[in-house]
């Protein structure tokens, strides 16, 4: 068995706008807490507390920018890179993930709903989740970060064809 060919299409570049700004803000919350444990552990002398760490409280803030800095920001292009789709015939192809890769292969006969839904930074940028819900186990398969009128093209294809494939099926 040969390796499974990459589906079709990318996402929106802008998805990497997205992405970014998600990152922006979990830094800040990431940032914003080791200041507040900084400040909290400063100058202490708990036991649980090593004597190194409360007398230079202000390295932990600077390890975490050092630690997740990098990360936060690689972690959108590389996200970019990975997210692929694909519709093809009566399936939906999509691969996602990084260090665990997600292949995701929808049957259009087996799609009860179609919906697309949008964040705040999604809407912002013009961006688009498709969530594809089906009656299996598995339930929903969502593609993230599609230019809004390709969801809504997408989206209506899906619903158009399931219903086609209903019809045949009765």
Do not use: C
Request: no cysteine; charged share 20%.
């Amino acid at each position: 068995m040969g390796a499974l060919r990459d589906p079709a299409n990318r996402v929106s570049p802008k998805a990497i706008r997205m992405w970014l700004l998600e990152s922006l803000v979990a830094f800040v919350f990431l940032l914003g807490g080791s200041l507040l444990v900084s400040r909290w552990i400063d100058g202490t002398d708990w036991s649980w507390v090593p004597r190194w760490l409360a007398a230079d409280a202000w390295l932990l803030p600077v390890g975490v920018m050092a630690v997740t800095l990098p990360f936060l920001v690689a972690e959108p292009f590389v996200r970019y890179f990975v997210h692929r789709w694909e519709l093809s015939g009566d399936v939906v192809y999509a691969r996602s993930g990084f260090l665990t890769r997600e292949w995701v292969f929808v049957p259009v006969s087996r799609i009860q709903t179609v919906d697309k839904g949008q964040g705040w930074f999604e809407r912002m940028l013009g961006l688009a989740t498709l969530e594809i819900r089906t009656a299996s186990h598995a339930g929903s398969s969502t593609i993230k970060g599609l230019d809004y009128r390709v969801a809504a093209e997408v989206a209506e294809q899906l619903a158009r064809r399931a219903e086609e494939l209903r019809d045949d099926a009765t």
